[in-house]
């Protein structure tokens, strides 16, 4: 079992930065790949970034790269997103999520466990 616990969001000036983390519960959080996802008002939810268990890869949407950075220390169990000049459509709530496979992460499938997310607003 991996309980997943976001913080760090909060309301900013478009071109401003912010940075999520999302705590682990569980032994085997290291095992898992870790992902965020988003969603905006009267928005489905859409993939953000994800990251492979030992942090050698990652994966970004187009509409953040350049952005966003994923990163994770799994002596802390603790995975972060980097938000770097935000704009006001990156307003959404923002939740992390863990599967074992990557692939299932960046195709948004059925994952197996998530966070309760963690509201971003970005003012213009």
């Known amino acids: 079992q991996v309980q997943l616990v976001e913080s760090g969001g909060g309301l900013v000036q478009a071109g401003g930065s912010l940075t999520l983390s999302c705590a682990a519960s569980g032994r085997t959080f290291s095992s898992y790949a870790m992902g965020w996802f988003r969603q905006g008002p009267g928005k489905e939810r859409e993939f953000v970034a994800a990251i492979t268990w030992s942090g050698g890869g990652t994966r970004y949407a187009d509409s953040v790269k350049g952005r966003f950075t994923i990163s994770r220390d799994n002596a802390k169990n603790t995975v972060y997103l980097q938000m770097n000049s935000l704009k006001p459509e990156d307003t959404a709530v923002y939740y992390c999520?863990?599967?074992?496979?990557?692939?299932?992460?960046?195709?948004?499938?059925?994952?197996?466990?998530w966070g309760q997310g963690t509201q971003v607003t970005v003012s213009s």
């Open positions: 999520a863990a599967d074992p496979n990557i692939i299932n992460i960046v195709a948004a499938g059925k994952l197996d466990y």
